[in-house]
């Protein structure tokens, strides 16, 4: 593989490029009118505006990114995450055409893309799940019956999608018929989807996923578990690795279960099972990520492995040049999202221009970031600009130095999450 287009913005473009770069792979950006000044863009070795600021007209423009790879005789994409990272149609296309895509195939990307069609496909398996309802919910009333059953709450969930989107906390039966028409309306909106499940309602569960590798030869293997409890709406802010609530057996139980879901769905590359822990470390198999994380630096921290690397290796058909038991931890690792947002006024994102951009600068301190002072934060994307990551001996020693690096880090001119506490 000679060049890749990385088919993505910001701080996980710049990310990749820089793998590829120390792998001798040449890189090509793509770009928004939005962007042309970007640190990403300059980085590559070459360039190509595919339109204007708004995703629809640009970084969702599959075909066109396609046709960009074609005339500049592109062998790989890499899709970063989010835009079109998941979009299963993108991927084959993309195969059609004869440009390997980094990361699962199509129909790994459908079988986990749908909670769904996910949960039926890891039931051989015996991988714990959330007592439910495994099929789309087609009459309220019956489902209702089933719901007290369960006994509530009741958690009602879209099918596809994520984000907390198609998702409502139903506490009682009389809730329960207004609660499921609501998600039912936001999932088709969100979607173009509108199927639901229901299943038990766990509450305050820690969130654990597991990171897996695995190759096109039948290899799989798993590389610890991050804990992403702490979110907002839906959203992951802080991650860590590895997990301060896990002992070794539960680590190696859902480093097993997470491997055989990778198993399930014929898996190859970097993916992430996803688990509720419960208060009783029971835990429940939630959903697959099929794609690289924005929390996976805090893995390779622990590990020393490249994931991105490893991702481009596995594409080229290369096997894992390791087994489960080659791989160690060692340390801790916190990765916090630095966004553009006004924490006293709700978290409303925020936009302007960055006038000082001074970040700490210490070997424990790792910054994924494409953001500079005189940078304008625009309103067309993600508002997450910058992950800031510290590795410690433990977790005291990270803790302590994830609060000098936030005391050390300057930014004016923007509100941030930096802010925050």
Wanted: net charge negative.
């Amino acid at each position: 593989m000679n060049k890749i287009l990385v088919a993505n913005r910001g701080e996980i473009a710049l990310r990749i490029m820089k793998t590829c770069r120390a792998m001798g792979i040449k890189t090509v950006a793509i770009y928004s009118e939005a962007d042309k000044n970007t640190p990403f863009v300059k980085f590559a070795d070459q360039a190509i505006c595919v339109g204007p600021p708004p995703s629809s007209e640009s970084y969702l423009l599959g075909d066109k990114i396609l046709q960009v790879c074609k005339d500049l005789n592109v062998d790989g994409i890499h899709p970063g995450y989010g835009f079109l990272s998941e979009n299963a149609d993108f991927t084959r296309k993309a195969t059609e055409a004869g440009i390997t895509f980094i990361g699962p195939s199509p129909k790994s990307m459908e079988l986990m893309g749908n909670k769904l069609a996910a949960k039926e496909t890891v039931k051989k398996y015996g991988i714990p799940m959330v007592e439910g309802v495994d099929e789309a919910i087609v009459d309220v009333e019956k489902s209702l019956i089933k719901a007290k059953e369960i006994g509530f709450p009741i958690l009602v969930k879209a099918a596809a999608g994520g984000g907390g989107k198609g998702m409502r906390v139903v506490e009682k039966a009389e809730e329960f018929v207004e609660q499921m028409n609501l998600a039912i309306s936001e999932a088709e909106s969100s979607f173009g989807d509108g199927s639901v499940f229901i299943e038990r309602y766990v509450g305050s569960p820690r969130h654990i996923e597991i990171q897996v590798l695995a190759d096109t030869h039948g290899n799989t293997v798993h590389l610890f578990e991050r804990d992403c409890s702490i979110q907002r709406r839906h959203q992951k802010l802080v991650e860590e690795a590895p997990s301060a609530v896990l002992t070794d057996t539960l680590r190696k139980e859902m480093g097993e279960a997470a491997v055989n879901v990778a198993k399930a769905c014929n898996y190859s590359g970097a993916g992430t099972v996803e688990f509720l822990l419960d208060a009783d470390h029971k835990f429940y198999f939630l959903e697959m990520n099929t794609r690289l994380q924005v929390e996976h630096p805090v893995t390779e921290l622990i590990t020393g492995l490249d994931l991105v690397a490893e991702q481009i290796k596995v594409a080229r058909g290369e096997k894992l040049d390791y087994v489960q038991e080659d791989i160690k931890a060692h340390g801790h690792a916190i990765e916090l999202r630095l966004t553009a947002e006004e924490p006293e006024n709700d978290f409303v994102p925020a936009i302007g221009s960055i006038e000082k951009y001074d970040p700490p600068q210490h070997e424990w301190v790792r910054l994924d970031d494409f953001v500079y002072e005189g940078y304008e934060i625009p309103i067309y994307y993600d508002n997450m600009f910058a992950k800031l990551i510290v590795w410690g001996e433990d977790r005291t020693q990270a803790i302590q130095r994830m609060i000098i690096a936030c005391n050390e880090f300057t930014i004016e001119g923007v509100p941030t999450t930096l802010d925050f506490g």
